[in-house]
């Protein structure tokens, strides 16, 4: 398969132009996505995270279509400076997973296609470089330029 890239301004963008005809697909974060989706102005094919969600039961993963290992998605997180004090970053953290574990706002989170995951400032500490690596290998074996 071949595809162009056509780089837009951001997420919303490129779901514009899909639904109306001035591109054929996109790869795309579900939060921008979903709700044209669910609006029947698009068609999921794929969900690119390791395992179906529970939002898109019927959507496969890219995975299941034949490419195996295939995982990526992406994440919404709250960082800061450098030295902001441990305590600090502990009741932030604290008070999210509190807010973030609301029903009313993982019922809203869960319509817009996404699902509330939270854990501790090292879990996204470390998500982070693995992340980094992995995509930095990735590009490095691509051969991509960036201009």
Do not use: C
């Not at 994440?75 to 305590?87: K, L, N, T, W, Y």
């Not at 807010?99 to 989170?109: P, S, W, Y």
């Amino acid at each position: 398969m071949q595809w162009t890239y056509i780089p837009y301004k951001g997420g919303s963008d490129a779901v514009a132009a899909v639904a109306a005809g001035q591109a054929d697909v996109l790869f795309n974060g579900m939060l921008a996505t979903w709700p044209t989706v669910q609006g029947g102005r698009l068609r999921a094919l794929a969900i690119s995270s390791a395992q179906r969600v529970p939002s898109a039961p019927a959507t496969p993963t890219v995975a299941e279509q034949g490419m195996p290992g295939f995982e990526t998605g992406s994440f919404q997180g709250i960082v800061g400076p450098a030295g902001i004090a441990r305590e600090t970053i502990l009741k932030l953290n604290l008070e999210l997973i509190k807010a973030l574990h609301n029903e009313v706002i993982k019922e809203r989170f869960a319509k817009l296609g996404t699902e509330v995951r939270t854990g501790t400032p090292e879990n996204l500490g470390q998500w982070l470089r693995t992340e980094q690596a992995r995509w930095a290998r990735v590009v490095k074996e691509s051969g991509v330029k960036f201009e």
